[in-house]
């Protein structure tokens, strides 16, 4: 086939787009008046702060008086005694066991949950439902889920697992999947392209290049499910929760103090595990 | 420059003389958009095994949808399009990814998952040969010895370990191509593949690919920017403008002269080039 055509190379093509002279003129100015909808939105989101901060009944002047009695509860807390220190590291092990095993669950049923929740891997039929159904257990704290899972299972570190299981897939299935909604779309069209399924598509295309941040959100839920498994204790969800409880309930606050300690400690050290983890990975 | 579409400046060679069927047969292909204006119109063009057929055009000429019409990317409305035996229009189900499969396509931005590695990356080029062992990550040892042979055609197998993110744009792509014969193609659709690379990246690139259309007798269609390049690695040139074929002639029947009307500004047009050609 050899052929050229001129009568096509004649056509006039239809005049490109113009910009509109006005907003020519709006964009050469170096100063522009802020247009109304913003000028607008300030009172709008000013009056929004001041009925939110009425309603809270947030008060300065409160704060400045009540800072006497914060200092004297800090004052009691020192100096902190171990004389139950064996129980104390036996709780935290318990709370960073429960912490380990709700993260894990949690994770892997996330990531489920996560493929139906994704738009560009889940039809539309499957999107929607997965994403109300994160909605509605993103909206309920984890010491609903605790109550409700010590009434289930009875007291102790089950319920608290369950409950840091349950809601994490609000939490973190969210977030995973909108870490495989933001993968590069250039390796999911290569991977379209030699004819891989959908499946394949995910394998090779999407997991590989949303798994640093999968791997990091779950670090993240680890760190959050250490510092809520203390939480969920005071509900008679195990760990060391209930201990704490008690201490302040006791006003035995050496041993509160040295509770606290001990979980600033392990918080920390976790802290900066999983942060050395995710700089390596990411 | 006067050049008879007709004419030829010397005796054309076997691969001019086409003497096989065409790979990949187009007729009056025309592509829109939801419904809005056409994209492609009235597109003809034949492709024979064995040809680099540069396509040029310039940014919006429809080069791109193009090649998507001819893996399914881009919806047809109107004409036929056959490519290796499958009739684009009126594929049964499930035919669009042996369609698929059976193009290697390179990609400007090279599109690898930078954190696999070069060989995990060319073996996604047989996904759709793969297994069930494949649920778990795994290739065959055949796959993987084929890989690795493509990695030594295209230069870079000592580099197979390495992630592809930390590979030259040169070297990432030639990657790609290995991907892309990883798939075993009927043909290969190469979109501006040397768009983000220097000169002396991108005429090894094109010269890969000439080598594999040559040696291997897979059509590759390539789309270009650069028209000198076009005439130095290609067999055969299309020209498109506003979707629609302008050129399509031997190389060695055109100059860059001759492809002017392809690039000519609109307010230009009709004057001058086009009667060289006629």
Redesign the interface.
Same mark, same amino acid.
């Given at each position: +086939?050899?052929?050229?055509? #001129?009568d096509?190379?004649?056509?006039?093509?239809p005049p490109p787009p113009q910009l509109d002279p006005r907003e020519r003129e709006r964009l050469e100015r170096a100063f522009n008046v802020p247009r109304a909808r913003f000028l607008l939105g300030i009172p709008v989101v000013a009056l929004l702060l001041v009925w939110s901060f009425v309603g809270a009944e947030f008060n300065f002047a409160k704060l400045g008086e009540g800072a006497v009695n914060m200092g004297e509860f800090l004052s009691r807390l020192f100096p902190p005694t171990w004389d139950k220190f064996d129980t104390i590291v036996a709780l935290l092990i318990e709370t960073l066991q429960m912490a380990i095993v709700g993260t894990v669950l949690g994770a892997v049923l996330s990531l489920v949950v996560a493929f139906g929740a994704a738009s560009n891997i889940a039809p539309k039929w499957l999107y929607y439902p997965t994403r109300w159904v994160m909605n509605i257990i993103r909206s309920l704290p984890d010491l609903v889920f605790a109550l409700m899972f010590v009434s289930a299972v009875g007291l102790g570190p089950f319920a608290g697992i369950l409950a840091m299981t349950i809601g994490s897939i609000g939490s973190i299935g969210k977030i995973f999947a909108e870490a495989m909604e933001a993968v590069d779309v250039? #390796?999911v069209?290569? +991977?379209?392209?030699?004819?891989?399924?959908k499946? $394949?598509v995910v $394998?090779?295309?999407i997991l #590989? $290049?949303s798994? #640093?941040m999968l791997v990091s959100y779950t670090l993240l839920l680890f760190e959050g499910n250490v510092r809520g498994a203390t939480i969920l204790g005071m509900v008679g969800a195990g760990g060391i929760g209930l201990e704490l409880t008690t201490a302040m309930k006791m006003y035995d606050y050496g041993h509160l103090s040295a509770i606290v300690i001990c979980i600033i400690v392990l918080v920390t050290v976790i802290d900066q595990a999983s942060a050395v983890i995710r700089r390596r990975i990411t | 420059m006067t050049i008879p579409a007709t004419q030829h400046a010397r005796p054309l060679s076997a691969a001019e003389l086409q003497p096989q069927l065409p790979l990949v047969s187009v007729r009056d292909l025309k592509v829109a958009y939801g419904g809005g204006p056409l994209v492609l119109d009235g597109v003809d063009l034949d492709l024979f095994p064995g040809e680099m057929v540069a396509l040029l055009g310039s940014s919006g000429s429809g080069k791109s949808t193009l090649m998507k019409s001819l893996t399914g990317f881009a919806p047809i409305s109107g004409g036929s399009a056959r490519v290796g035996g499958y009739d684009l229009t009126n594929l049964r189900r499930g035919q669009l990814r042996d369609v698929r499969a059976s193009v290697g396509q390179v990609f400007q931005q090279f599109n690898l998952v930078g954190r696999l590695s070069v060989l995990t990356n060319v073996l996604t080029g047989a996904l759709h040969e793969a297994g069930p062992i494949n649920v778990v990550g795994g290739f065959s040892t055949a796959h993987r010895k084929r890989a690795l042979e493509l990695l030594d055609r295209v230069g870079i197998a000592h580099k197979a370990k390495e992630p592809a993110r930390s590979l030259s744009g040169g070297q990432q792509q030639r990657v790609a191509i290995a991907r892309a014969l990883m798939q075993r193609p009927k043909l290969i659709l190469a979109d501006e593949p040397v768009a983000s690379l220097d000169p002396k990246m991108s005429r090894s690139v094109l010269e890969l690919l000439h080598a594999i259309a040559r040696d291997d007798g897979i059509p590759v269609l390539v789309s270009l920017h650069v028209m000198p390049l076009a005439l130095e690695h290609s067999d055969r040139i299309v020209g498109l403008r506003h979707g629609e074929m302008l050129v399509s002639a031997p190389t060695s029947q055109l100059d860059a002269a001759a492809l002017d009307v392809v690039y000519q500004h609109d307010d230009e047009e009709g004057e001058g080039v086009v009667d060289d050609l006629a």
């Open positions: +086939m050899s052929t050229t055509s #001129p096509r190379a004649g056509r006039k093509a250039g #390796p069209t290569a +991977m379209q392209a030699v004819g891989a399924s499946r $394949q $394998q090779y295309g #590989p $290049q798994a #640093p | -």
